[in-house]
């Protein structure tokens, strides 16, 4: 399988007293991708299974998956 690049944005929250992850590629109007992990490396262990989830889910469902997002350097 040819590895799919997409952005992981990871925050620490004082008031959850953890760190934050959002996937935004996959965000829509109506729905927000989360996932939380209390050091940073879990974190980003639980951001990597959700990823994997959800684009198992797109693709048992036939869906077109997000393009990655690219970070364009002038």
């Known amino acids: 399988m ?3 690049k997409y952005q992981v944005k990871i925050i620490w929250s004082n008031e ?3 760190y934050v992850v959002e996937l ?5 109007e109506i ?3 989360f996932t939380h992990g ?5 974190a980003l262990k639980n ?12 693709q048992a469902e036939g869906r077109i998956l997000p393009e990655p997002q690219t970070l364009q350097v002038a």
């Open 16 to 18: 959850d007293n953890c």
């Open 47 to 58: 951001a990597r299974e959700v990823l994997a989830l959800l684009i198992e889910s797109y």
């Open 31 to 33: 729905q927000r991708y």
């Open 24 to 28: 935004p590629e996959f965000s829509t």
């Open 38 to 42: 209390k050091t940073y490396e879990e």
């Open 2 to 4: 040819t590895q799919i």
